[in-house]
């Protein structure tokens, strides 16, 4: 089973009281509960977590939970109906809000409906190996010496007024030798 969460994590800090922080999660809720598509919206304006920038959509998450959504999160969605928004709860350092947006049943699926993506993901194994094993002998194999010499005097090429990395020194624009004769343009 799988249930589709947006959060709401609002964190006490220097622009905020905890005090603060939990009179506005409480204010946010009451605003959720009013209009529950609205969420998204107070999520992005106001949450501190790092799914502000998806408006507080975590997306389908399972019972196992996901490295960005905390375990209790994960607890608190799945008590929830579709549609429903949690109390506010601490957890993290900071106050969340949960809205369960639909849920899922699991889905059983015969090896035949799952082939291509097995077979799929097999070759992608298969070929992330081989590109390791290679590079492994490309490393043991490559001869690198340094030509400190060289490498001390490499100054990076100024065009347009910006550095451009493995540009020669060389190819910069000569100084004028009269200071009173402009450079002949170069391209």
Known sequence: ERVHIQRIFLV??????????RDLIDSLRAQALKDPEQFPELA???????????????G???????PEVPPAVV???FKLDPGTISEPFEHGGGWNLVRVVDRRERIDRTFEQVRSTVKR??????IHEKRQALAERLRAEAEVSVDGKALSSWRPALVGGRSQPGAESKSAPAEPDDPQEPAEASE
């Open 12 to 21: 006490p800090g220097a622009s905020r009281s905890a005090a603060a922080t």
């Open 44 to 58: 992005r304006e106001h949450s501190d977590g790092p799914l502000a920038l998806r408006s507080g959509d975590a």
């Open 60 to 66: 389908f998450v399972s019972r196992e939970g996901r």
């Open 75 to 77: 607890d608190a969605a």
């Open 121 to 126: 993901r097999m070759n992608e194994e298969v």
